[in-house]
């Protein structure tokens, strides 16, 4: 959707805008990362109530960091009088605030949400839109704490989006792989030759979403999957994001439908769960003792908190998607709903797949090794598959649409750390572009077969994603607030919420490195302390 204005008989290019539907979809397709295949799995971990409880709660708390970085964003605009900077071809406000030191959240609504007494009810002047160059993440920093700021807010821009790309792009080329073994019965990539293959084509026929481990291919592997993934990607970062909602919409419908067939699909595995049912009665199969699926608290809890947090890891994606918004409202309204639909199919996903997970981890499904929720719709086939051992051709086409639905995000973190190497690194848009787009997909083949590739992703999207996606945008909310005085209620309530977050988030990182819950409750309570002292202190 475009709108054309003029400023003084000069043209201005056409102002740009995504509608709420297309904000929702784009959040929500940047949500439809790896971690949502491995929530079966999780949810055996948490037990089924936790589990339920933790998604909920992390609806919620991506929600608030999106309404606190939505109005950071737009509190920049300074009134509603409208100009046009012709000399960079953006929208901004031309007068400064007029916010009282009391201001609050309502004065914002009540500046920017298309006053219809001010400006005469002329509609034909542009709308006000935040500036990306200077509200994004990095811009923000700036403006908070200097420019130093701003190159570490950089830095840690390009490595979270360079942690999402990779794992999204290796699970699209993974998906691909895995469909091309169960429809084909093989599939094939170009590689060194090895001391147990001569050849530069190494072959698989394991259908599983680690398709060559284990069949003596090198660690560089360029396979059909991700050549197929890597040209459909590159081809729609090509295009501006208002360009491609035709596509987006396409793989959100292709995200409903194969989560609902995996509903439909694994909780019909008849055979399966009455092997499941029967263990769970009988408490033990072969003389060993059988794991039972907990209703309420799983055996490893809080190991569960990590993985169901950063499903919601999309915050530093959002930016570039809330300067095109035509109002603030439409904003933090589409960004909110998008954490509610993928909590709806989160839960959906992880509370239908555990009794699965479960089967596989107890041995009660013949060539089970995996819980990764595509590696379990697979193996369907040798319960309800035919002769072949094959899943049926519903679920390849779920499996199918799934992966067609992971290569969504792929452009939108490419354009992430796109825009910030142009904007704030100075680098010129044709090696911003290769850098962006094509690098990682050359990573990832490098890398395709490496056994530490996926724990560096885990482990740097650990490190990384949890304060870039929730510490950061809070700590900024409370810093311009005071810088741009627009001070009010939720100042307080946010710190205290910054405060939690961060601490929970270095208590995560805690257990995963010490596996020992009383570290991580000391570290919890002194981030706690240390984060929330300024903030008494001032």
Known sequence: MTSTSTNGGGALPPQKFLPYAAILTLAANTMNGPGITTLPDVAVDAGLFLYVILITGSVAMASYVCRRMVFAMWSSLSSYGKAADTELGTYHDAVEPNLTKGGSEEDSLLLHNGNPNLNGGDNSVAYPQPKLETTSIVGQSVEAYGKKAGVYAALTMVASALCLALAQMMLCAAILDGMLVSTTGQSCALGLPTSSNSSWIHCTSHSSMKPYAGSGAPTSLISVGTVIAAVFSVGMGTVDLDEMMGVQYSLFACLIISCVRCRLGLSDEGEMMDMTAAATEEGSVGGEEEEVLSWFVGPNPFSTIGPIMFNFAFVVTAPPLVSLA??????????????????????MVGCVGAPVANAVRNGLIEGGDDTNLLSLILL???????????????????????????????PVYCLLAKDTLVNDAGVARMPAFLLSNVLPWLLVALTYNAAFFEAFVNWSGLLILGYSNFSLPLLLDVKLKKVRSLLGEEGSITSVVFSFLTASISAVIAISITNSLAIAGLLFGAVMIASMWPSQRN
């Open 326 to 347: 035509k109002k603030e409202s439409i904003a933090y309204k589409a960004l909110g709903m998008a954490c509610v639909a993928m909590g709806v199919l989160y839960t």
């Open 380 to 410: 369907s086939g040798n319960v309800e598959g035919g002769a072949d051992g094959r899943p049926s051709m519903i679920d390849l086409f779920c499996i199918g649409t799934f992966g067609l639905s992971t290569v969504a995000s792929v």
